[in-house]
Structures are given as structure tokens and as C-alpha cells.
């Protein structure tokens, strides 16, 4: 054969092998590359991402308000995440057997759920009202979970709301004018209002809880009231590892019995504090208002502390008036702070009670050393470092440092000093 024309041919050949080879190889790892692509993951589909993705895609889903209530009428369990709900929702006087979980939505109605029954969970989180809701007289057998809810608008109606398993609504947003409605709410294992922020006017009265009740770090820019609560755990306002509670405006909870711990500590209200006829009934444990900060009126009329109580560093800018309130264990009220007049002319303090390094505008204790047909003071008294503007007691005017003589009945001859302040000050034992 011509050299020429051998060359020509193995070149062919080596040609020929590589297409073969190249082709055989690809053949071989088809099914191995479809087998990677198959189980590759997805782009955007992976952990937080993915499910952010699936929930965007829901709320673009239109859901019918109408159609949801006919599944939860007819007995079938209802679920959607992340959908528009259009039309009003009206689940009222219905018994709904299984679990309604309707998280992430954006009602552009108000549900309705007032006088039903449901047997299961009712679970709303994260969802938006941009109409308020009502579940007045509604009961939930087991959880109801708001948690992280947004309400826009509307009112937010609570009424007679029976949970007999715990009331989740921690981090849920309220809007202006979107006021909470939750008078004679009866919650059989606590509530959780942590964090919520109630931008209007908030009323728990004659609440029932019996078990714990959490607004730790809530904020409340409107009124706050709990009149007549009766609360079987402890009220979480504060605790020592979380933020104050916040009360731009008023908090009003005149004859709640708190039967548990009650913890006001480091609160700061933007108005009056009204605890008037409450009662603290936890014996071995004070009930707590240290470093509280109240803007206008502290009113503790008729209260019975009977496990006493922490004022200590608390501030009042204006007055204070704890008449006819009866302290059946020991109270401190050091370094606190009474810009104004604190009145204790009417009150009873069985046991020691300080006063170290207070100040007060005006300071009114008993012109007789007596209150409630008692004496005013069952044990020792400390003002000393105390310092006043004026002050009243046992039948005498005192201003500054022309005040002379004795306090009470009930306790020692004192000095007094001429720089307005008592000193030496201890009852009779």
C-alpha cells in the first residue's frame, strides 16, 4: 500500500475509535447524570429559601372565604398556608370537629368565629386581618395560636372567648384604632402576649385565667386594662432577664386578685397605674414594683398586699395614694421616688416598713397613728436618709426643716433634723 495512503487510514481509524469510545462513555453515564439531576437540588428550593418560595406562590392563590366554611362546616379539616382570603369568613355558632390552620393568610375580611365550637387547634399564625376578627363566645377546646398576627384594622373582639387549652398571640401587631376587645375572656392554661405591640386601647376586665398570663417586653401605647382579672398563676409584666413593660397611656386594674406572682418591676407607664381594690394573695413572695416608672397617678387604694411589697427605686411624677391599702408582710420603698404627695394616711402596715433614702414632695402619713382601727405601724419604721418638701403625720403641719416633735403614737420620739431630713426614726417594740 502507498505510505500516503496508510497514513490516511489509521488516521481514519483513530478517528472512528474516538467517536466510538466518546460515544460509549456517554451512553454508560446517562443514566448516572440523570440519577444527579433528578436529586440535585433546585434553585431557590433549599431550606428558608424554598419555603419562602412556596409561600409567595400561595399568596398569589385566591381562596374564597365561602368554600372554607362549607369544609368546616361539612366536618372536613381545613388547611391553608400563604392564600388570599376573599369575602368574609363566617364560621359562627358552627361546631367544627377538626383543626382549622390557616397560617400566613391575608383575610380581606373579618373572620367570624363568634359562638362556635371548635374541638380541635385553631391556629392563625402569622396571617393578617386588614378588617379586625370576632371570636366572641367562642370556644376552643384545645390551642388557639395567633401568633406573630398582624390586624390592620377592624377590632380585635375577644369577648367571652373560652380557651381551654393555651392562648398563643405572641408578636402580634395591632394597629391604630384597632382596639382589643377581651372583657370576661376565660383561658383554662394561660395566655402568651409577649412582645405584642397594642398601638390603641387594650381591656382584659374580668378576665379569668388559671394558669400564667405573659405581656413580657409588650408595648402598650394606649389604655391597658385588667379590672376585675382574676389571674390563678403568675402575671409576667416583667421579668428580671427580659425589657420593662411599656404603657404609653393608662393601666387600669382596680380589683384584680392576683393569686400568683405579680411582677411590675422596671415597667414604665406612660399615664396612671389604678390597682385600686386589687389583691395580692402570694404570702411568701412581695409583689414587685421595683424601679417601675408611673407618669401620672399611682393609685393603690384598698389593696391588700399579703405577701407585701418591693417598691424600691420605683418613681412617681405625680401623686401616689396607697389609702386603706394594708400591708400584711414587710414593705421597702428605698430610694424611691415620690415627686409629688404620697399618700399613707388611711393605710396599715403590720410589719416593718422602709422608707431608706425616699424622697417625697409631700409625705402623709396618719395624724393619730392609727388607720383601719389599727395601728398604723405593727413594726419598724426607717426613714432614715429620707427627704421631703412637706410632710403630715400625728396631728402635725411639718415643712422643711421647721418640723418638730413626733410622729405617731405607734412610734419613738424622733429628731428631727433642720436640713429636711429624718433621722433616728423606729417604731416602738
Known sequence: ???????????????????LLIS??????MPLLVIAERDA???????????????KKWRKKLVEARDLAR?????????????????????????????ISLTHCDFQDEPNFSYSTLKRHLVLDGSTFRKGARLESATVDLNASLKATTFLGGVAVFKDLQVHGL?????????????????????????????????????????????????????????FSLTTAKIGGSLFLMDAQFPGMEVAYNVRAERTVFRNRANFSESQIGSFLDLSGARFELTDRPANFTRATVAAGGFFDR???????????????????????????????????????AHFEHCVFKKKVSFH???????????????????????????????????????????????????????TSSRICSCRRLTKLQAMT
Open 1 to 19: 500500500m502507498h505510505p500516503a495512503s496508510e497514513a490516511q487510514t489509521r488516521i481514519a481509524v483513530l478517528r472512528y475509535a474516538g467517536v
Open 24 to 29: 460509549t462513555s456517554f451512553v454508560l453515564c
Open 41 to 55: 437540588p433546585k434553585p431557590g428550593k433549599t431550606g428558608s429559601a424554598a419555603r419562602a418560595t412556596d409561600r
Open 71 to 99: 369544609q368546616a362546616r361539612n366536618g372536613s379539616q381545613v388547611h391553608v398556608d400563604g392564600a388570599v382570603i376573599r369575602g368574609r369568613l363566617d364560621l359562627s355558632y358552627a361546631v367544627i370537629e377538626q383543626q
Open 167 to 223: 392562648l398563643n398571640m405572641r408578636d402580634a401587631q395591632f394597629a391604630d384604632q384597632v382596639n382589643v376587645m377581651a372583657e370576661r375572656m376565660h383561658l383554662d392554661k394561660g395566655a402568651d402576649f409577649s412582645n405584642a405591640v397594642f398601638r390603641a386601647n387594650v381591656d382584659l376586665s374580668e378576665v379569668e385565667d388559671h394558669s400564667d398570663l405573659f405581656f413580657v417586653g409588650a408595648k402598650f401605647q394606649r389604655e
Open 303 to 341: 389593696v391588700e398586699f399579703i405577701g407585701g411589697g418591693k417598691f424600691d427605686g420605683a418613681h412617681f411624677n405625680a401623686d401616689a395614694s396607697f389609702d386603706e391599702a394594708v400591708f400584711e408582710r414587710p414593705v421597702s420603698f428605698d430610694r424611691a421616688h415620690f415627686d409629688q404627695s
Open 357 to 411: 433614702e425616699t424622697s417625697f414632695g409631700s409625705l402623709d402619713l396618719s395624724r393619730n397613728g392609727r388607720a383601719g382601727g389599727h395601728d398604723q405601724f405593727g413594726g419598724q419604721v426607717d426613714l432614715q436618709g429620707c427627704t421631703y418638701d412637706r410632710a403630715r403625720f400625728s396631728g402635725s403641719h411639718c415643712s422643711g426643716c421647721r418640723m418638730e416633735g413626733h410622729v405617731s403614737r405607734a412610734l
